[in-house]
């Protein structure tokens, strides 16, 4: 299990431990840490599951395992978890590959803060016209412009107020920067870090543009496009890839980024509910591409828990006409996701979904334009407008 730093990957181990019986084996600890690097076959020797936290620090551990496996390869018997992507360790991938399950931990859903499951990614995958009958929402843009900015980090989340949640987002990204990036890869402009974090929270929702990125951080390209990867690798950052009927198309497009949680990105960005009770013209702007990020967080976080085989991508035309969240199954059908910042939906804005509908075909389940309005309608053969809260309804 890989995720951001306390995104509660911890407590979901601590989860297991219970059920099992086992003690967790935690490599934040220095001690521990050390014993591990010592005799890595000791520490993965133990009675099954055995349960390794932040095992990135290790990853001669890895390896350990795999001498493990080649003599009892049954299935669950390690649970590890790290704050590192787990394709960014080179030896993780060579060590354990075909023998490995991934799983991403994010932020807890809003689902989840409210305690259900959430089942709108399978309602679009399934029968998007069943979400048009799901009621008449109650959420006011004020409510909807806290749980953006609150985002899903569960130690930010209890801060009881914006400027004590703006300190730990502060704290956090230093011990990000300071801490795991340097463990991944000694970098020789640590200073630069941060702002081009800023550079690319003001991107969030956009497609990534790394040469303004590095320019307007003071990097060159070349070194603005590693800082971006080690960015990725920690979970500060989400590239969401081009999408095409064909592997050239979705190659010859740029990807979109998206910062890992609305609530970090929000902070960086400087929106605050003031500015945007205020109608600030720049606050509200930089709104619309943090409710996007926002929506497609929630939808992406429900993969980890639907039985759907889905691939993700944004649509962007020759002339420019986009989709901000393509879903295509493995059998080759296709939804669509368009998010508005707005209380009313007009035709012009959907004009990218019908032609997408048009050109697919049978392959086109459904599109559905998320918006801040109260009710949920349909505006044409198989595209639906959606009332934002109904992701997590």
């Given at each position: 299990?890989?995720?951001?730093?306390t995104?509660?990957?911890?407590?979901?181990?601590?989860?297991?431990?219970?059920?099992?019986?086992q003690?967790?084996i935690?490599?934040?600890d220095?001690v521990?840490?050390?014993?591990?690097?010592?005799?890595p076959?000791?520490?993965?020797s133990?009675?099954?599951?055995?349960?390794i936290?932040?095992?990135?620090?290790?990853?001669?551990?890895?390896?350990?395992?795999?001498?493990?496996?080649?003599?009892d390869?049954?299935?669950g018997?390690?649970?590890?978890?790290?704050s590192?992507?787990y394709?960014?360790?080179?030896?993780?991938?060579?060590?354990?590959?075909?023998?490995?399950?991934?799983?991403?931990?994010?932020?807890?859903?809003q689902?989840?803060?409210?305690g259900?499951r959430?089942?709108?990614?399978?309602?679009?995958?399934?029968?998007?016209r069943q979400?048009?009958t799901?009621?008449?929402?109650?959420t006011?843009?004020?409510e909807?412009?806290?749980?953006?900015?609150g985002?899903?980090?569960?130690l930010?989340l209890?801060?009881?107020t914006?400027?004590?949640?703006?300190?730990?987002?502060?704290?956090?990204i230093?011990?990000?920067?300071?801490?795991?990036?340097?463990?991944i890869?000694k970098?020789?402009?640590?200073?630069?870090?941060?702002?081009?974090?800023r550079?690319?929270?003001?991107q969030?929702?956009?497609?990534?543009?790394?040469?303004?990125?590095?320019?307007?951080?003071?990097?060159?390209?070349?070194?603005?496009?590693r800082?971006?990867?080690?960015?990725?690798?920690?979970?500060?950052?989400?590239?969401?890839?081009?999408?095409g009927?064909?592997l050239?198309?979705?190659?010859?497009h740029?990807?979109?980024?998206?910062?890992?949680?609305?609530?970090?990105?929000g902070?960086?960005?400087?929106?605050?509910?003031?500015?945007?009770a205020?109608?600030?013209?720049?606050?509200?702007?930089?709104?619309?591409?943090l409710?996007?990020?926002?929506?497609?967080?929630?939808?992406?976080?429900q993969?980890?828990?639907?039985?759907?085989?889905?691939e993700?991508?944004?649509f962007?035309?020759?002339?420019?006409?986009?989709?901000?969240l393509?879903l295509?199954t493995?059998d080759?059908?296709?939804?669509a996701v368009e998010?508005?910042?707005?209380?009313?939906?007009?035709?012009?804005?959907?004009?990218?979904?019908?032609t997408l509908?048009?050109?697919?075909?049978d392959?086109?389940?459904?599109?559905?334009?998320?918006?801040?309005?109260a009710?949920?309608?349909?505006?044409d053969?198989?595209?639906h407008?959606?009332p934002?809260?109904h992701v997590?309804?």
């Amino acid at each position: 299990m890989s995720g951001p730093r306390t995104a509660g990957k911890s407590t979901l181990l601590g989860q297991l431990a219970a059920q099992s019986g086992q003690p967790i084996i935690d490599l934040d600890d220095l001690v521990t840490r050390q014993v591990a690097v010592n005799d890595p076959g000791l520490i993965v020797s133990g009675e099954s599951p055995v349960l390794i936290d932040e095992f990135q620090h290790v990853p001669e551990i890895l390896s350990a395992i795999k001498a493990e496996l080649n003599r009892d390869l049954r299935a669950g018997r390690y649970v590890l978890t790290g704050s590192t992507r787990y394709a960014t360790l080179p030896r993780a991938a060579q060590s354990l590959t075909g023998r490995v399950h991934l799983i991403d931990v994010l932020p807890l859903s809003q689902g989840e803060i409210c305690g259900h499951r959430e089942t709108f990614l399978d309602a679009i995958l399934d029968e998007p016209r069943q979400l048009v009958t799901s009621g008449v929402s109650a959420t006011s843009r004020e409510e909807y412009a806290e749980r953006v900015l609150g985002g899903g980090f569960p130690l930010a989340l209890s801060r009881a107020t914006p400027a004590e949640r703006g300190r730990w987002f502060r704290d956090y990204i230093n011990v990000i920067v300071t801490r795991d990036v340097l463990e991944i890869s000694k970098i020789r402009q640590r200073s630069a870090l941060p702002r081009l974090l800023r550079r690319l929270a003001s991107q969030t929702g956009q497609v990534l543009k790394i040469a303004e990125a590095a320019r307007d951080s003071g990097l060159e390209q070349s070194t603005a496009d590693r800082y971006i990867t080690l960015l990725e690798s920690v979970f500060m950052i989400h590239r969401l890839p081009a999408w095409g009927n064909t592997l050239a198309s979705r190659v010859g497009h740029l990807p979109k980024v998206h910062l890992i949680d609305s609530g970090l990105a929000g902070w960086l960005m400087g929106i605050t509910p003031e500015k945007l009770a205020a109608k600030n013209p720049a606050a509200l702007t930089e709104f619309g591409h943090l409710v996007e990020t926002f929506a497609v967080g929630e939808i992406l976080k429900q993969l980890s828990w639907s039985d759907h085989s889905v691939e993700v991508g944004h649509f962007r035309s020759h002339d420019d006409q986009e989709v901000d969240l393509i879903l295509e199954t493995w059998d080759g059908r296709v939804a669509a996701v368009e998010v508005k910042a707005g209380s009313r939906v007009t035709g012009p804005s959907l004009k990218a979904m019908t032609t997408l509908r048009d050109r697919l075909g049978d392959r086109f389940i459904g599109g559905v334009a998320l918006y801040l309005g109260a009710r949920a309608y349909t505006f044409d053969e198989r595209i639906h407008v959606v009332p934002l809260d109904h992701v997590w309804r």
